[in-house]
Nanobody, 116 residues
């Protein structure tokens, strides 16, 4: 059974930082590209950042470039999203996503709220 479990969300003030983690189990983690998505209230889910299976290729949404960093540790079956200089508009539920060919899995999401 594949599980993706996100953690690290919470309430943070504007300008603050959070580090999200997504621990994967039940799959060959090192084969999967990993992505982080966000979904704000009333809006569609959108891609935030992605990392290739070996970690050599990274991509980011324009809105987070220079502020967010995606990374992975294949030995720990975990992908991370370091979020710095957070803004109120970053408030959303953040989801971890694993992709390998036509296979795709989602985590349950973790809430990030940026507010003073």
């Amino acid at each position: 059974q594949v599980q993706l479990v996100e953690s690290g969300g919470g309430l943070v003030q504007p300008g603050g930082s959070l580090r999200l983690s997504c621990a994967a189990s039940g799959l060959s983690f090192s084969r999967y590209a990993m992505r982080w998505y966000l979904q704000a209230p009333g809006k569609e889910r959108e891609l935030v950042a992605g990392i290739s299976s070996a970690g050599s290729n990274l991509n980011y949404a324009d809105s987070v470039k220079g502020r967010f960093t995606i990374s992975r540790d294949n030995a720990k079956n975990t992908v991370y999203l370091q979020m710095n200089s957070l803004k109120p508009e970053d408030t959303a539920v953040y989801y971890c996503n694993a992709v390998y060919g036509w296979l795709q899995y989602w985590g349950q999401g973790t809430q990030v709220t940026v507010s003073s």
